[in-house]
């Protein structure tokens, strides 16, 4: 990130988790509720196991905010792991003498972070890196995201997401384009009350759950895909100028960073491949004074530019790895064949993975934002952006 700079550490099961999340103008009004919404948000979905019941994720603020406003000055939060107080052992901070110390994990999931994790670190004991590699270490991003979604708001952009398929399950399946059947009140809907999925249709949505049921029973994971939605963000972030300065490749980028995300499509994404270019393009038309278009295949991004439709971010997310019909894998210690180790784990994380979805493109967006129209203060910033709003849209139809 250009103007922003975050910086996380937690274990899953350790005292808890931390970020720094610097570059934010002074003069933020923050939203503490919301933030705790997010955290709530991101704990919610059908498929998740019992750490869920256990964790009650909320914010302790530690600095840069002051009688509800940014200072400007590096925003640093913590929150709590309720899980530690049983973990004191397994996750002792102080050391422990080796005979005394509970067995080590030796037997790597496939798919997890354990194998590829204990050859880079030296470590016998798969424990060392797999609770840091854990979908817990999404929660401060989250917070972060939530004050980046706070920071977008200020200047009308509006973030929401949802989730549009589970395995084999879509939603509106006989849709060209899903987005264009989600209902316009969803994400308000989705704020309020989140379905136990979080897909707008009901009907696809009874089969998910009964997918995860299936999965559930046995003893596999499943994943899926879901959609993160920017509206009106203004014309301009991102450039074409350089490689590593193209909005479309922040985005991915930064949602690809998801534990267990595999791919990432803007807009038409991957169905570019089988279209021709007149199927592909959203074509410009007069109305008025202005230019509208019919289609927003490009996601809201050409040239990586944001083009002032909606920015559109699928992201495919991978079945969790800890199966409790586990995989064959070998023990490290001993190199003998056997089954992979069980953790205590989640059949699906879906509808959770889309609310850090959001946390990341709202992040990038912030960043490109400030990077765009700069601002110590928010006031600075209000201004530019509205600056770029008559320039860029007075034109429009
Ligand atoms: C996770 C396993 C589960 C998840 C956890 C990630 O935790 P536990 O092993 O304690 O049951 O619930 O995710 C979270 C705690 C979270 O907040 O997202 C894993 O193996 O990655």
Not at 152 to 181: C, N
Not at 234 to 241: D, F, I
Not at 309 to 330: F, Y
């Amino acid at each position: 990130m250009r103007r922003l700079r975050l910086l996380t550490a937690g274990e899953s099961h350790g005292p808890g988790l931390v970020g720094v999340l610097e570059g934010l103008p002074a003069g933020l009004r923050v939203s503490t509720r919301r933030v705790d919404l997010d955290l709530k948000r991101r704990q919610h979905g059908y498929g998740s196991g019992r750490r869920m019941q256990i964790e009650r994720d909320r914010v302790r603020w530690i600095a840069g905010i002051r009688y509800g406003r940014t200072l400007g000055s590096p925003v640093g939060f913590a929150i709590n792991n309720r899980d530690w107080e049983n973990w004191t052992d397994r996750m002792s901070v102080e050391p422990i003498p080796t005979h005394r110390r509970p067995k080590a994990i030796t037997r790597a999931r496939p798919g997890h972070v354990d194998l590829a994790g204990v050859l880079k670190y030296g470590t016998d004991d798969v424990r060392d890196v797999l609770e840091r590699a854990s979908a817990r270490s999404t929660t401060p991003r989250v917070v972060a995201g939530s004050l980046a979604r706070q920071l977008l708001a200020a200047v009308g952009v509006r973030i929401w997401s949802f989730v549009d398929q589970l395995g084999p399950v879509r939603a509106y399946p006989d849709a060209e384009d899903p987005l264009a059947r989600v209902p316009a009140d969803w994400p308000e809907r989705d704020l309020r009350g989140p379905s136990p999925l979080r897909c707008p249709d009901p009907e696809a949505e009874t089969r998910m759950l009964a997918e995860i049921d299936r999965a559930k029973e046995a003893g596999d994971s499943i994943g899926g895909s879901y959609v993160v939605v920017a509206e009106r963000v203004p014309v301009g972030l991102g450039s074409s100028s350089e490689w590593d300065t193209r909005l479309d490749g922040l985005l991915a980028g930064a949602v690809m960073a998801i534990p267990g995300v595999k791919g990432v499509e803007i807009g038409l994404g991957f169905g570019v491949v089988e279209r021709a270019g007149s199927a592909v393009h959203d074509v410009v038309a007069a109305e008025g004074e202005g230019w509208t278009r019919e289609t927003n295949r490009a996601g809201g991004i050409e040239g990586g530019i944001s083009n002032g439709e909606p920015i559109v971010v699928r992201a495919a997310q991978k079945p969790v790895s800890t199966l409790r019909k586990a995989l064959p894998s070998v023990d490290l210690a001993t190199g003998v064949s056997g089954r992979a180790h069980i953790e205590r784990s989640d059949v699906t994380v879906l509808a959770r993975a889309a609310i850090v979805g959001e946390a990341m493109v709202a992040l990038v967006l912030a960043d490109e934002l400030l990077h765009s129209f700069g601002g110590d203060a928010m006031a600075d910033l209000r201004a530019a952006v509205g600056r770029r709003r008559r320039r860029t849209e007075r034109r429009r139809g």
